[in-house]
């Protein structure tokens, strides 16, 4: 395989999300996989390592840069500092669900004074992005709210595309909204769960899986003016050819779309390497 840097479409787009299910590979031999992938071909395609904010006492002697999972929501965010920089664990993003569907804004302006205060304190670096999961059963004027305040706090959004239940995969129509208020609002944002695969498709789980390159495609076309319902079209696309012609004009998208947790690294690898988008063996 190629050692050459990657072209920027592809690099640091999948974050190791190896312990979080379905995955759920030990910790210890999670974090021994990512850093032999730092040392392995097309390492680049690789980016942070995501771990629950529980995980960080098991991974102080650990040299891994971390997206941290906040488990406790906005009152969990200063002590999760502070046990970071405790331990000199590298912190490179944090991301933290929100945990009122009924006012979301509310709990989004809960986790900027939480953030605002751990920066205030030195407990968190300026420089690391803060990605805010917004319910998705909060109604469509309360999930704008809230999209609102996330992007008044110059934070990121985290759009969970999957899980363990048909009801954890928002709809493409759903996912077009989400990606349009992004944009609308200048706002970066990763997804989470579901995107192991390329393109859309059923999976052996009986579920619709949106495919992470369908994803890159919408977004790249929602920025250029698309409307919410050709993006969704997109988002339903089964047919790889239709989406490779967009191929050589993601690096926009990536502006946008910064990354998604996959809890397997060599699936989305593996569809690059059959879809020609990266170089084979």
């Given amino acids: 395989m190629s050692t050459e840097p990657l072209p920027p479409r592809w690099r640091g787009l999948v974050d190791d999300a ?4 379905p995955g759920d590979v030990p910790l210890a031999a999670a974090a021994a996989a990512h850093q032999a992938r730092r040392a392995a071909p097309y390492a680049d395609l690789v980016g942070t390592f995501v771990a629950r904010d529980t995980d960080l006492p098991d991974l102080k002697a650990t040299p891994l840069a971390l997206s941290v999972v906040v488990t406790g929501g906005a009152g969990n965010i200063a002590g999760t500092a ?18 009122d ?3 979301p804004a509310g709990a989004a302006r809960r986790v900027a004074a939480a953030v605002d205060a751990a920066r205030a304190d030195g407990r968190l670096d300026d420089h690391v992005p803060v990605f805010v999961e917004i319910p998705a059963s909060s109604s469509e004027p309360s999930w704008l709210a809230a999209a609102d305040e996330v992007a008044a706090h110059e934070f990121r959004l985290k759009l969970r595309t999957g899980g363990l239940e048909a009801a954890a995969f928002p709809t493409a129509g759903t996912l077009a909204r989400w990606i349009d208020a992004a944009l609308d609002r200048e706002t970066p944002f990763k997804c989470t769960a579901g995107l192991h695969r390329a393109v859309r498709h059923t999976g052996a789980d009986g579920f619709e899986h949106h495919g992470f390159l369908n994803v890159l495609v919408a977004t790249r076309r929602a920025f250029d003016g698309a409307p919410v319902a050709d993006v969704a079209a997109i988002l339903e696309e089964r047919d790889a050819a239709l989406l490779l012609g967009d191929a050589d004009e993601l690096d926009r998208a990536r502006r946008w779309f910064t990354s998604f947790g996959s809890c397997s690294v060599t ?14 063996p």
């Avoid at 190896?18 to 299910?21: D, R, T, Y």
């Avoid at 502070?82 to 945990?99: C, M, S, T, Y």
């Fill in 18 to 21: 190896a312990i979080f299910p």
């Fill in 82 to 99: 502070a046990l970071a920089r405790k331990l000199h664990i590298a912190v490179e993003g944090l991301e933290v669900a929100l945990r």
């Fill in 101 to 103: 569907p009924a006012d």
């Fill in 267 to 280: 699936e989305p690898l593996d569809d690059l390497i059959a879809l020609g988008l990266l170089e084979k």
